[in-house]
Nanobody, 125 residues
Framework: VQLQAFGGGLVQAGGSLRLSCAAS????????MGWFRQAPGKEREFVAS???????????DYADSVEGRFTISRDNAKITAYLQMNSLKPEDTAVYYC????????????????WGQGTLVTVSS
C-alpha cells in the first residue's frame, strides 16, 4: 500500500485546512486510516483515525486536543481519508502523517503498517 498526503500549508490561528491521504496498491485488508503528527522536539502523537468494518460502518476517534475542531472522513468510493482541521491553533503546528493498517480502532502508531510522507502544517499566531 502506498499513501500520499496532500494539503498542508501555512494558516493563521483560527483558520482551517483540509488534509487528504490517498491510498493505492494492495489496499485489501486495510481497515483503518489515521493521522499522526510530530512537532519539533516532540514525539509523534495520534490525531485521529477512521475505521470501518465489513458492513461499512465507520468509527472515528480523536485525540482530546483536537476533539470538536478536527473531523476525519473517508471517501466511500476510494481509499482516501480526509482531515478537516478547523479553529487551528499555533500548537497544531507539526508535520502530519497519514497511516493505514488492518487494526480496528487503534490510536497506537505501531498498529499502522503503512505510512505516507509527512505534510507540514504551520499555524501562525
Amino acid at each position: 500500500v502506498q499513501l500520499q498526503a496532500f494539503g498542508g500549508g501555512l494558516v493563521q490561528a483560527g483558520g482551517s485546512l483540509r488534509l487528504s491521504c490517498a491510498a493505492s496498491g494492495r489496499t485489501f485488508g486495510v481497515r483503518a486510516m489515521g493521522w499522526f503528527r510530530q512537532a519539533p522536539g516532540k514525539e509523534r502523537e495520534f490525531v485521529a483515525s477512521i475505521t470501518w468494518n465489513w458492513v461499512n460502518t465507520y468509527y472515528a476517534d480523536y485525540a482530546d486536543s483536537v476533539e470538536g475542531r478536527f473531523t476525519i472522513s473517508r471517501d466511500n468510493a476510494k481509499i482516501t481519508a480526509y482531515l478537516q482541521m478547523n479553529s487551528l491553533k499555533p500548537e497544531d503546528t507539526a508535520v502530519y502523517y497519514c497511516a493505514a493498517g488492518p487494526q480496528f480502532r487503534s490510536i497506537l502508531a505501531s498498529a499502522y503498517n503503512c505510512w505516507g510522507q509527512g505534510t507540514l502544517v504551520t499555524v501562525s499566531s
